[in-house]
């Protein structure tokens, strides 16, 4: 009786025994199974079981990161969310980075010695992506301050832009030849734009022309004002105006002020506006000049020169 119970006691303790020393210690062979650099304080340990813990920790980060963006998106509106997204992004790889550093130094790894070893690298990636962090950061700048929309209408460099979409790094636009622009977000932090949509959906344009000297002013006014009214494109308020700009040195010169809903098609809707000019101009005997110049030819009486034989010569006019 007592050897059965000797036998039944000794056997959990076998049992815990084989499990700690054979199971265990082989899951911890494999763990530490790996790349071991350097010795001592400053060995370095790639190992499975970090590379284990980094994929959980991975994996952990990833579903807190959906989780809290689902949680901050859920009552916002479209493009807010889809801007909300974008830089939720660029601050998800910091989060990433930080949790990598954590997890190598909960594993036992001195970090200090990797981001010292480092350092070099990321002076030399700084310094190289220096303009990619200037476009990332303007590109948040645009997001949040809503300094410039999709649909927005700007002047690049010398072309008209309607921006259609609006990215962390870039923004991209259509011009008015149906081509695709790619700005970097870090032009609208640094260089001037123009916005001719930021506070409005109208925009004023204008028509200039010049007439003839002896021209009846009033009856010119009276025309332009009639061309700009029956052009469809053209809002009723406010009402178009002329404005009688100068004397010029071969015209009178006239401008015609009109607003629009769309001005990115501006160029058509002055060219119509030209046609109706030059066709009203020609109905009602108004000319438009072209420049002239009056030059006047003044002829001298030649020198003479009157030859003495004796004392060389003199001259006389």
């Known amino acids: 009786m007592v050897t ?22 082989s899951i911890k062979e494999v763990l530490n199974m790996g790349l071991h650099l350097g010795e001592g304080e400053k060995s370095i340990h790639i190992t499975l079981g970090l590379l284990l813990l ?19 998106t859920r009552k916002m509106q479209g493009d807010d969310k889809l801007k909300f997204i974008s830089i939720f992004k660029f601050i998800k790889y910091f989060v990433y980075v930080a949790v990598i550093l954590v997890t190598m130094s909960v594993a036992g790894i001195d970090i200090t010695i990797l981001i010292t070893a480092s350092a070099a690298l990321f002076v030399g990636l700084g310094l190289a992506l220096q303009e990619l962090f200037q476009d990332i950061i303007a ?13 927005d209408i700007i002047e690049v460099d010398g072309k008209v832009v309607k921006v259609f979409e609006i990215k962390l790094r870039t923004t991209r636009g259509i011009t008015r030849d149906d081509k695709v ?6 032009k609208f932090i640094t260089d001037i734009i123009y916005n001719h949509t930021q506070n409005q959906e109208t925009t004023r344009e204008s028509v200039n022309v010049g007439v003839a000297y002896g021209s009846d002013v009033e009856k010119v006014s009276g025309l332009l004002l009639e061309c700009a009214q029956k052009h469809p494109a053209v809002l009723k308020r406010p009402e178009p105006m002329v404005l009688f700009e100068d004397f010029g040195d071969s015209a009178l010169l006239f401008s015609i002020k009109f607003h629009i809903a769309e001005s990115f098609t501006s160029p058509l809707v002055k060219s119509d506006i030209r046609y109706s000019i030059d066709r009203a101009f020609r109905d009602n005997q108004v000319t438009i000049p072209f420049p002239q110049r009056d030059i006047h030819v ?15 010569g003199d001259v006389e006019k």
């Open 298 to 312: 003044y002829q001298h009486a030649p020198f003479k020169v009157m030859q003495n034989s004796r004392k060389g």
């Open 139 to 151: 590109g948040i700048f645009i997001i949040t301050d809503k300094s410039l929309m999709v649909g």
């Open 181 to 186: 622009i790619v700005i970097p977000n870090h």
């Open 4 to 25: 059965i119970l000797s036998l039944l006691q000794e056997k959990p303790s076998k049992v815990g025994e084989f499990l700690e020393k054979d199971v265990w210690g």
């Open 54 to 72: 980094l994929v959980l920790a991975f994996l952990i980060t990833s579903f807190i990161l959906k989780w809290l963006r689902h949680l901050l």
